[in-house]
């Protein structure tokens, strides 16, 4: 049977690849604001801020599950 530390790495690495998909998600977020025309600027904003919106909640879990893990 896995101990509570070994779960919370496991939990971990899980909260790692998130984030690691969120800043991607960012940076192509990102791109498409950076090249979008006029008309599309504001809608191609809206996406980049939501997916930093969404980077940042990872990157809070992924630093929580760590500070446990390493409490543990």
């Given amino acids: ?11 971990a690495l ?15 977020a990102y791109r498409r604001w950076n090249v979008a025309g006029r008309a599309d600027a504001s809608v191609a904003f809206a996406a980049y ?4 919106d969404r980077e940042e909640l990872a990157s809070s879990d992924y630093a929580r599950i760590v500070s446990r893990a390493a409490a543990a």
């Fill in 49 to 52: 801020v939501a997916a930093l």
């Fill in 14 to 28: 899980e909260a790692y690849i998130d984030w690691r998909e969120q800043s991607a998600a960012v940076e192509h």
């Fill in 1 to 11: 049977m896995r101990n509570k530390r070994e779960l919370l790495l496991d939990y």
